[in-house]
């Protein structure tokens, strides 16, 4: 929604070329430049009038290229090349200009999605600080204002993905108010893999706010959709090279490598994009950039995780089922990539830190995992729960110790979570696999595959980078093999929920 809202007030429907000069850093926080992707407008970066001009200045005299360029004040940029744009100030300010901006600035977690659906309807000088921050209480953080948002946004998820929806009657929100209109395009084509990421992404954000605010929202229907993309594409995502991210989360080690002479990659077991979308809050004073990726399936730890430190395909490791072999696994990749012994670290805490030799570090950090596990209150206890966590910052604090230390930071997670009911447990079935999981099933030589399929709706897993030894069963969207009835959280199928991961990208300082 603030996309879409920078995207019409920078009068982009109407020329080819705009200059965007973002001195708050708004792009980094908010990528509202995918809305001008989403209208077919290429987006640079500017960094320096040479680079510019060697890349890109011929297309500024094609008619038909539309080109948005983000820079900031202190960019040098020629008069040649600034007279061939339309120049818009993306700021708070300029934005915002009937509220105190002060105000704006000092809200740490400030909603600028929520921001622009109220603000649409208000038309009084609320500049003083005490007018703004009423306007906040009675306008923006309210219910009916939350839930018109969630039912927004979840109408433009699923014309993104093609799929009926009955509140498309609702996706012109403010009435009347063409500026708030929904102006994207429907992807008739089969989905790529970052609209899968964008859309896990806005999808945490619905959930949050749903349980936040007490909403009933049912976003099951994109795990759905989700689930039918990975049973027919999973296995083709090894081919896809992507500058932003691995795309499989057993390509991280190496994207790493590549990206950084220096760098820790810290492990938040369990972590999905709806704790990630929370935990965030305690890095506002932190610069980062998130991308996400692909978990591996199944998406249990001890086949993810180490998919994640090895650089390898499930097939390919030496205890899929267990995780005794993690640390060897990482060492063994990390030497592999041309780091020594004492280049290389691992551990496990919040409290982490290597000597000054080390350069390819992997830290373990279980706590979301540990909640998943122990949850009885389902999405709510999550919300509670990783809310308590994110209040204590141990995460955020651990990365700026990282970032002085002069180490890259990248942030991910082995896999996500999901809500389920229980369907019951199975016992004595032939199970030739245990794992924590209670979402999947590995069978060998197993006789009555089919009645389990037939009976508990499970699904039959292509066993796309999996070892051909075994089946693969795994439950549809909301099931898992707990008590028949209960209400857990729990990971192991193909959800969006459980498969899209954060891959959280921060500089050193």
């Known amino acids: 929604m603030f996309g879409n809202y920078v995207y019409e007030k920078s009068s982009a429907k109407y020329v080819e070329k705009i200059l965007l000069i973002d001195d708050d850093n708004l792009n980094k926080t908010t990528n509202y430049s995918a809305d001008f992707l989403e209208q077919g407008f290429k987006v640079i970066k500017y960094v320096d009038d040479l680079r510019f001009r060697i890349e890109y200045e011929g297309k500024l005299n094609n008619s038909g290229d539309k080109i948005v360029v983000i820079a900031h004040t202190e960019n040098y940029i020629p008069y040649d090349i600034r007279r061939r744009f339309r120049a818009f100030t993306i700021s708070l300010s300029s934005l915002f200009p009937m509220l105190n901006i002060d105000v704006l600035r000092e809200k740490s977690s400030l909603d600028l999605d929520l921001l622009c659906l109220a603000y649409h309807s208000n038309f009084e000088n609320l500049k003083k600080r005490n007018q703004t921050e009423h306007f906040f209480r009675t306008k923006v953080y309210t219910k009916s204002n939350v839930k018109n948002y969630l039912i927004h946004t979840l109408s433009k998820l699923m014309l993104l993905m093609n799929v009926p929806y009955p509140y498309k ?42 349980v936040q605010y007490d909403i009933e929202v049912d976003t099951s229907e994109i795990n759905h959709q989700f689930q039918n993309y990975i ?109 020594t012994d004492e280049q290389i670290g691992y551990a496990r805490g919040y409290d982490a830190e290597f000597n000054s030799f080390v350069r390819c570090g992997a ?56 809500p389920c009911i229980g369907l019951g447990k199975l016992i004595g079935t032939g199970v030739e696999v245990e794992t924590k999981s209670r979402r999947m099933l590995v069978l060998k030589d197993f006789a009555d595959k089919k009645t389990l399929l037939e009976k508990y709706g499970l699904i039959e897993y ?17 099931d898992s093999f ?13 959800t969006i929920d459980e498969v899209v991961v954060p891959f959280i990208k921060i500089k050193a300082l």
């Open 169 to 210: 009657d609702c996706l012109s929100v403010a009435e009347g108010n063409a500026e708030f209109k929904v102006s994207f395009k429907i992807n008739e084509e089969r989905i790529k893999h970052k609209d899968w990421f964008l859309i896990a992404e806005e999808k945490a954000k619905i959930d949050v706010l749903a």
């Open 231 to 339: 049973l027919a594409q999973f296995g083709k995502l090894s081919q896809i090279l992507d500058k932003d991210t691995p795309v499989l989360i057993s390509r991280a080690m190496e994207y790493m490598h590549e990206n950084s002479s220096k760098f820790v990659i810290i492990t938040m077991d369990g972590m999905s994009e709806f704790d990630w979308n929370i935990i965030s809050t305690s890095f506002c004073d932190i610069s980062y950039e998130q991308t996400a990726a692909f978990a591996m399936i199944p998406t249990t730890t001890s086949v993810s995780r180490q998919c994640l430190l090895s650089n390898k395909y499930p097939s390919q490791l030496m205890e899929p089922w267990k995780q005794s072999k993690e640390k060897a696994e990482f060492i063994a990749c990390a030497k592999e990539l041309g780091y």
């Open 363 to 418: 830290v373990i950090i279980n706590d979301v995992d540990d909640m998943v596990h122990a949850q009885r209150q389902g999405r709510l206890g999550m919300f509670n729960d990783i809310t308590v966590l994110t209040n204590q910052s141990k995460l955020a604090d651990a990365t700026k110790r990282f970032l002085t230390a002069g180490y890259d930071v990248y942030i991910t997670s082995d896999h996500g979570n999901t």
């Open 462 to 478: 292509p066993k796309y980078y999996l070892t051909k030894d075994y089946d693969y069963l795994i439950c549809n969207v909301g």
């Open 482 to 494: 707990d008590a028949k009835g209960e209400d857990v959280m729990t990971h192991g199928g193909i």
